[in-house]
C-alpha cells in the first residue's frame, strides 16, 4: 500500500489505513471531552436549589414529545403523582433513557411505572434489553465505572439522596435492565386519580 509522509523531509511515513486509525483515536478523544463538558455543565448544580414537586405524568410527556427513535417504544404506567426532589431530578430518566440506548444492545421497549409498596412509592425504569449482569448492579452506580463517562448513574443516586430517595437496579440479566426508585411518604403527593394512557 502507498505510503504517506506528513512532512517531505521526515522519515516516518504512514499507511492510509494507520492515518486514519490515528484520526479515529483522535476523534474519540474529542467526543469524549465533549460528552465530559455537556455532563459537568447538566450536573454542576447538584445540591444548589431547594428540592421541588415534579410531576411525573408531566415530565414523562416531555420525554416522549421529544424521543424519536424508530425501534425503540416508551410506555406508561405512571399514576399522578408528584415527587419531591433535587431540580436535577429530570436528568435521572434522560440518564436512564441514554444508558438503555448505548447499552442495552436490542432495546424494543422502555417502561416507566409508580406503584404504592406499603409507606413508599415505587417508581420503576424497565427495558427488555441485554440488562445488566448481578456481579455489577451495584458496581454500575459507583464513581467513574462504566464505558461513558462513567458519572450518570453516581451522580443520579447523589440526586436522590438529597431528599432520601434511594435507587436500586434488581433486572434479570439477559431479559433487561429495572431501576427503581424509591420513594418515601414525605417525599410523594398523589393529584387526581388516573393512569395515562400508553
Request: net charge negative; hydrophobic share 35%.
Amino acid at each position: 500500500m502507498e505510503k504517506v509522509g506528513f512532512l517531505s523531509e521526515s522519515p516516518d511515513f504512514w499507511t492510509l489505513s494507520e492515518i486514519l486509525e490515528i484520526i479515529k483515536k483522535e476523534q474519540n478523544a474529542a467526543d469524549a471531552i465533549t460528552r465530559n463538558i455537556e455532563f459537568t455543565r447538566n450536573y454542576q448544580d447538584i445540591g444548589v436549589k431547594s428540592p421541588v414537586w415534579h410531576d411525573l405524568v408531566r415530565q414523562y410527556n416531555d420525554i416522549r414529545s421529544t424521543f424519536h427513535h424508530p425501534s425503540i417504544t416508551l410506555h406508561s404506567d405512571l399514576e399522578h403523582v408528584e415527587v419531591y426532589a433535587d431540580p436535577l431530578f429530570p436528568l435521572i430518566c434522560q440518564n436512564l433513557i441514554d444508558n438503555s440506548l448505548r447499552h442495552g444492545e436490542h432495546v424494543k421497549n422502555i417502561r416507566f411505572k409508580s406503584i404504592e409498596k406499603g409507606e413508599d412509592l415505587i417508581l420503576e425504569y424497565c427495558d427488555d434489553g441485554i440488562g445488566i449482569p448481578d456481579s455489577e448492579k451495584e458496581k454500575i452506580f459507583e464513581r467513574g465505572y462504566g464505558k461513558n463517562t462513567g458519572m450518570g448513574l453516581f451522580l443520579s443516586r447523589e440526586i436522590l439522596a438529597i431528599t432520601n430517595l434511594v435507587m436500586q437496579e434488581t433486572g434479570t440479566f439477559g431479559k433487561g435492565v429495572k431501576f427503581i426508585i424509591i420513594i418515601p411518604k414525605d417525599s410523594y403527593r398523589f393529584q387526581e386519580s388516573g393512569i395515562i394512557p400508553e
